[in-house]
Structure formats: C-alpha cells, structure tokens
C-alpha cells in the first residue's frame, strides 16, 4: 500500500494498488478528463490569482537584517497547468499541486472515492478546495514551521482533554457493524488571537 492524497480536498490514506478484491480508495485522472472542468478557475478568478501572485514581501529571515522576497499567496492551493506546446497558456485548478502526477505531458490528479463520486454526477464534492475549503499550506514558501508557542498564540480554542473509547462488533453486533475507534475532544474558546492583534495594532504600537 502506499500513501496518497487527494488533490480536491486533500485526504490523505493509504491505498492498496492493484487488488481489485478492495473496495478503491482513489481514483485517477488525467487533467484532459472533461469532468475535471469544474475545478478549473473561471476567467474573473484567473485575473484574480494572477495578480495576487505579483504581490511579493520582504521576509525577515534573522537577526541581522537579511530579508528575503517571497509570494504569500503561493499558500494557496492552486494547481498550474502549463500547455507544453504554448508555455503562455496556462489553466488553474483548484487542486494541491503536490497531489498531480506530473510524470507525462499529460498530468493526473488524485481523487478520493468520496471526491470521486460527486465528480462523475458533476457536483464539485464537499469540502474540497473548489468549495472554499483551503487552509493553504506555509511550507510552499519556505516559512519556518511555527512552535508550539506560537500555535497556542493563534490558536482560536485551547484543547481540554481527549476522550477515545473502543467499540467492539462482538456477539451478535458482528453481522451488524464492525469494530470502532470513537472519541470526542472538549475545546474551550479563547481570546489570545485578538488579542496578539490588539497588541500589534498601530494604535496599540503608537501609544
């Protein structure tokens, strides 16, 4: 088995290739499939992508005054497709590039049976980057990977307690359900993000 993920929503599981006893996890399909159309960016939100990826920021990098220039909204998870025959023309996607093959001229993206199945009824499935879910990913543009001080900063719950119990599918619950691992974590709200940005204000720096 090996790990994939889905370039629509991002789920990530592994996959046994090859056995077709198993239930498919993942599908794949190449970027000429007219069913992927509906993760293409229209016109207005190309214009759109296209300028923000002009926007570049001066990053401090240490202590000493270095900077360097880098593309915040690289952060974002949009797939660029390049036509090999007219590098000029390009069409976006709304995918995680990590998770597009791109071993031909002919790229393939990773879909996730769940993903999948919208896909082939021409809905744009649930959850997924094209559906607005994008938390985007730091790593694209090189920032250090925040510590756990940080995480508690911008955090907008602080975790309570986890709470895991195992039900199992034994005696007469075995023609009925399988074995479960079940939980539930209790989160409280807390204020530190608003007030970091309170502290950082211009008003606040001002003062």
């Not at 990530?12 to 000429?32: A, C, P, Q, S, V």
């Not at 202590?63 to 000029?88: A, M």
């Not at 990590?98 to 993206?109: G, L, R, V």
Request: proline share 5%.
């Amino acid at each position: 088995a090996m790990l994939l993920g889905c370039a629509a929503c991002g789920r990530k599981e592994y996959h046994d290739i090859g056995e077709e006893d198993k239930i498919r996890k993942f599908e794949f399909m190449t970027l000429t499939n007219e069913k992927l159309n509906i993760f293409k960016l229209d016109e207005e939100a190309t214009k759109k992508y296209e300028k923000q990826m002009e926007v570049k920021l001066d990053l401090p990098v240490n202590d000493n005054g270095c900077f360097k220039k880098i593309r915040p909204w690289l952060t974002r998870s949009i797939y660029c497709y390049i036509n090999p025959d007219s590098p000029d023309q390009k069409t976006y996607y709304y995918f995680h590039p990590e998770m597009i093959i791109e071993k031909t001229n002919n790229p393939t993206a990773v879909v996730c049976a769940d993903c999948y199945s919208q896909v082939n009824n021409g809905h744009i499935p649930t959850n997924s980057i094209a559906d607005g879910v994008d938390f985007g990913v730091p790593d694209r543009i090189g920032l250090v990977p925040l510590t756990a001080r940080e995480l508690y900063i911008i955090a907008k719950v602080r975790h309570y307690i986890n709470m895991i119990k195992v039900e199992s599918n034994s005696r007469t619950l075995k023609e009925h359900q399988q074995s479960a691992l079940k939980g539930c974590t209790i989160l409280f709200e807390h204020d530190a993000p608003q007030v970091i940005a309170d502290l950082l204000s211009p008003e606040s720096m001002n003062d």
